[in-house]
């Protein structure tokens, strides 16, 4: 008799209603399974094109250079030091291992260490320059270039040569990209010692 009654009068399911408890577990198991994200996010393209700004394989090795001067000559901008964080998506040494990147064997793999010798008193002519020209570019081989650069600094009579040594990797995951292996200042730049 209650069987007969609740065919009768069948009520409508909604997608706003409640559901009766006979469909709670089935709704849990849908909720379960919408609650997995999405393989790209909903900004992931947003995100993809503010993405930090270094290496690319479309850059030539001149551009290269040009794009870590540009980012030194506005080191500050948009925060602290960001030219230097440029410097370092550029630099083609292994963290894991002493480089040659500044000259002298230096333990560069954090970032703090490579900071600080930007801020020595021979590289922070760099650091918010005025003025640069171009001395001489080489392309060494196929795959390595190097370009001397005079830099004026934006402190009264502050002028240094600096030469950057770019080598493109072949294979691997940068593979094709043009990388600094090494910025040299002209001079004997760390005679005087340098705590980093």
Not at 63 to 89: C, H, K, S, T, W
Request: hydrophobic share 35%; glycine share 8%; proline share 5%.
């Amino acid at each position: 008799m209650s069987f007969s009654s609740s065919l009768s009068s069948p009520q409508p399911l909604s997608l706003f209603s409640k559901p009766s408890s006979g469909c709670k577990a089935a709704i849990s198991r849908f909720r379960a399974s919408a609650d997995v994200p999405d393989f790209l996010s909903a900004d992931w393209l947003e995100s993809r094109r503010k993405r930090p700004f270094g290496p690319r394989l479309s850059f030539s090795a001149e551009e290269a250079v040009r794009y870590q001067l540009d980012a030194l000559m506005f080191n500050d901008q948009p925060r602290q030091d960001y030219g230097i964080e440029v410097m370092y998506r550029f630099a083609g040494f292994d963290p894991f291992e002493r480089s040659t990147y500044f000259g002298p064997f230096f333990d560069l793999g954090q970032f703090e260490r490579f900071r600080r010798i930007f801020h020595h008193s021979t590289y922070r002519v760099l650091l918010g320059h005025r003025e640069r020209k171009i001395l001489s570019s080489l392309h060494v081989k196929e795959n390595r270039y190097k370009q001397r650069v005079w830099i004026r600094g934006a402190r009264p009579e502050e002028e240094e040569t600096f030469q950057f040594t770019m080598v493109q990797r072949v294979g691997g995951c940068w593979d094709g990209y043009w990388l600094t292996e090494s910025l040299l200042h002209d001079g004997d730049t760390f005679s005087g010692g340098v705590a980093y």
